[in-house]
Nanobody, 129 residues
Framework: EVQLVESGGGLVQAGGSLRLSCAASGFTFDGYAIGWWRQPPGKEREGAACIKGGEDKTYYHDSVKGRFTISSDSAKNTVYLQMNNLKSEDTADYYC??????????????????????WGQGTQVTVSS
């Protein structure tokens, strides 16, 4: 059974940090790029970051560049999202998802929800100002 399980969300003050984890199972982890998506209250889901660990390729949304870092640990089948200097606008439900294998790893493909084949259930991040 394919599973993506997010953890690490919570309530944090503006300027603080959180590290989200995405534990994958049931599929060949190294064959997939893993992305972090987020959906702020009342807004559409947006791609925050994506990584293909084996190819050392990453993507970041402009709004998180310099504050968020995505990393991958293939030994643990886990992708992390280190979020620093959090802002109130980072408040959202955060989801990890696996990009369909074989797609080129470009911002154009990484930023389209329909290119992702597996999704987790999400973890909530609330940043208080």
């Amino acid at each position: 059974e394919v599973q993506l399980v997010e953890s690490g969300g919570g309530l944090v003050q503006a300027g603080g940090s959180l590290r989200l984890s995405c534990a994958a199972s049931g599929f060949t982890f190294d064959g997939y790029a893993i992305g972090w998506w987020r959906q702020p209250p009342g807004k559409e889901r947006e791609g925050a970051a994506c990584i293909k660990g084996g190819e050392d390729k990453t993507y970041y949304h402009d709004s998180v560049k310099g504050r968020f870092t995505i990393s991958s640990d293939s030994a643990k089948n886990t992708v992390y999202l280190q979020m620093n200097n959090l802002k109130s606008e980072d408040t959202a439900d955060y989801y990890c998802a696996a990009l369909s294998p074989g797609l080129p790893l470009t911002p154009a493909t990484m930023t389209k929800q329909f290119n992702y084949v597996y999704w987790g259930q999400g973890t909530q991040v609330t940043v208080s100002s």
